[in-house]
Each structure stands twice: as structure tokens, then as C-alpha cells.
């Protein structure tokens, strides 16, 4: 998009709504697609957060993940942004390449004084190419140990830097957390509203899951009418199921007082049981968080690895008693 056309939406948003003063504006950017004057066109159009899909500064490890640009385009982009924001995150990739690697990306992400760095293990969805590529066997998982070192390492360097997991991918200097991200695994009401875009929202006391359509020409065709391809009221069961699969990325965990809110306490109480937190708890996945004043449900880094697991296992009691089927991606 032309950083004009930022403007105007961003000018619109604030005719119809009002906007703290202090109201973070992220716009996603890749390294191949823009120069330092298109960037500071986008700043000056009311950016005020990049979140940059560097995956990494190598050109081995770029060329792997089938990216257009190479690793001097992406130290490039980098610098470009660090120079024109204060407030920006880095993206990375990790899950394929050694740990050594792996230090040398997250040393010079550092290395921008990066307030946020987001890492993410690969991950391979169905019907793309690295997919086919793995059925094909000219790629294969990386090792459970590769993954689990990866993990430690991410950890160790970054908080050596006083960059703090936040959440289980992200990373941040305290107050540089991302507040978009933290809307959704807080569970808090969220909109969108571009085509195929996801909504939650809260509406009447009643929480509300939405889908656009996602044709951008019909999309287009109906602006003004329902674009809304899908529309559902979800239940006590189903909300609370969604706030524990979100929260429970959260390093700080979820207090039961806010699932208790968000769902209904006696849903909450039926479906996770003390049993299961004492289980939980002895098997050291979880913390004493959950004996504290306020209770907390929060994963130890052992339950971080093992996160679909703990959350299938809190979610079972909820298949039993209400029939209600959760699927669960990997994190």
C-alpha cells in the first residue's frame, strides 16, 4: 500500500473512534519491499511500530526458507528501520539451522537495539511448498533436541540482554511488549476488517466470532452492506476453551479471577479441576502461581514445551461434560 493511502485510513480511524495519544500503530514489513524514503513516508503518514520478517541475516538460511531477498537486503532493512523508529520488532525463524546460528541472528538483532524479537519455530502447513518438500523427503523435522536447545538458547541470550520472554515466541524490553498480540492472548475483544479478516468481538454481553469475506472483489462489492461471511455466538464452554489455548502462552499465565470473568465461574470450576492442577503441578509444568491470593495457571519452561499437551489435557474435562471438540495448532 502507498504510505498515502496508510494516511487516509489512519485518518478515518480517527474521525470515527477515539485514540489514546499514546496508541501503537504497527505496520508488518518486509526487507525486499521498501527504501528509507518509503519508510519514512509511512512514519510520517502515523506509524509508529515495525514489526520487520527478517527470519535471518543469513543468506544460507534465507535461500532455505524460500525468501526473495538475501542477508545484505535484510541488514539493510534493518538498519533503515532502526534508524527511522524507536519502536520496532525483528521476526526470526528458528527450528532448521544449529544453535550457533541461531546466536549469530539473535546477536545481531541485538545489535539494532531491537526493543522486541519475535521467534518462531518452523512450522510446516499443509499445501505449501515447504510441505510438499517434506513429503517429498528433500527436507525432514529438525530433532526434538535441536528444537528444545534452540529454545534455551533463544532464552538465555535475549534475557542476557534484559530482553524478557513475554509470551512464548515473543520477546521484549519491559514496556516494548506488543499490545496488538497481547489483545488476542489476553482474550480481549478484537476487529477486523479487511477482507477474510477474524473478529472477536464483545457485543451485548454476548462474545461474538466473525469472518469477512475473503474474496477481496466481493469483498469490495459489499462495503456498506454485511461483509460478513460468518457470524456465531460462542458458548460459556467455547470461550473458555479459546482463553486458556491463548493464555497459556503467556509467561505471566492466566488468573483463574479472569477466566472465571470471561467465561463463568461455575464453567470454569466444573471443567478444570483441582485434581488436574494438583497434577499438573507435581509433574512441575506448571508453578505454585496457582496457590497464590489470586490463583494462577502458569507454565513452568517444561510446560512451555509442552504447551498443546497441558492445554488438551485442561481442555479435556470441557470434550466430557459439553461434547465441544477443540482443535489445537502448534504454538
Known amino acids: 500500500m502507498h504510505p498515502k493511502a496508510i494516511g487516509e485510513m489512519l485518518n478515518c480511524i480517527h474521525s470515527l473512534c477515539h485514540m489514546k495519544d499514546d496508541v501503537e500503530i504497527t505496520m508488518e514489513a518486509n526487507p525486499a519491499t521498501f527504501d528509507i524514503n518509503r519508510m519514512k513516508n509511512f512514519r510520517d503518514a502515523g506509524i509508529n511500530r515495525i514489526s520487520l520478517g527478517v527470519q ?9 526458507l524460500g525468501r526473495i531477498y538475501d542477508g545484505k537486503q535484510a541488514m539493510i532493512g534493518a538498519e533503515i528501520v532502526a534508524e527511522i523508529f524507536e519502536n520496532f520488532s525483528f521476526d526470526l525463524i528458528y527450528g ?3 544453535a550457533k546460528n541461531l546466536e549469530k541472528d539473535l546477536l545481531r538483532a541485538i545489535g539494532f537495539e531491537c526493543k522486541h ?7 510446516f502447513e ?41 509470551e512464548i515466541s515473543n520477546y521484549a524490553i519491559p514496556g516494548f511488549e506488543s499490545r ?19 473478529s472477536r468481538v464483545s457485543l451485548g454481553g454476548r462474545k461474538q466470532e ?8 466481493l469483498w469490495e462489492k459489499s462495503v456498506g452492506n454485511d461483509t460478513f461471511t460468518y457470524v456465531k455466538t460462542l458458548s460459556k464452554e467455547e470461550k473458555l476453551a479459546e482463553a486458556i489455548i491463548v493464555g497459556l502462552r503467556l509467561a505471566a499465565g492466566i488468573p483463574l479471577a479472569d477466566l ?12 478444570i479441576s483441582r485434581k488436574q492442577l494438583d497434577f499438573l503441578l507435581a509433574q512441575r509444568l506448571i508453578t505454585n502461581a496457582i496457590h497464590d491470593v489470586n490463583p494462577t495457571i502458569r507454565l513452568t519452561d517444561d510446560g512451555l514445551m509442552k504447551i498443546d499437551s497441558v492445554a488438551e489435557f485442561l481442555l479435556n474435562n470441557l470434550a466430557k461434560a459439553s461434547g465441544t471438540v477443540v482443535f489445537l495448532k502448534k504454538m
Open 180 to 198: 496488538h498480540n497481547l489483545s488476542y492472548w489476553k482474550y480481549d475483544d478484537y476487529l477486523g476488517v479487511g477482507p477474510g479478516a477474524h
Open 56 to 64: 535471518s541475516f543469513s543468506d544460507k538460511n534465507l535461500h532455505f
Open 126 to 166: 499443509e499445501g505449501t511448498p515447504f510441505h510438499l518438500r517434506l513429503l517429498a523427503g528433500d527436507i525432514r523435522h529438525a530433532a526434538e533436541k535441536t528444537i528444545i536447545e534452540s529454545f534455551t538458547v533463544i532464552r538465555e541470550i535475549l534475557l542476557n540482554h534484559d530482553i524478557q520472554r513475554y
Open 117 to 123: 524479537i519475535s521467534c518462531y519455530q518452523l512450522t
Open 210 to 217: 466473525m469472518i469477512k469475506i475473503a474474496n477481496p472483489f
Open 260 to 271: 472465571r470473568r470471561k467465561s463463568s465461574r461455575k464453567t470454569v470450576d466444573a471443567i
Open 96 to 98: 532448521y539451522q544449529n
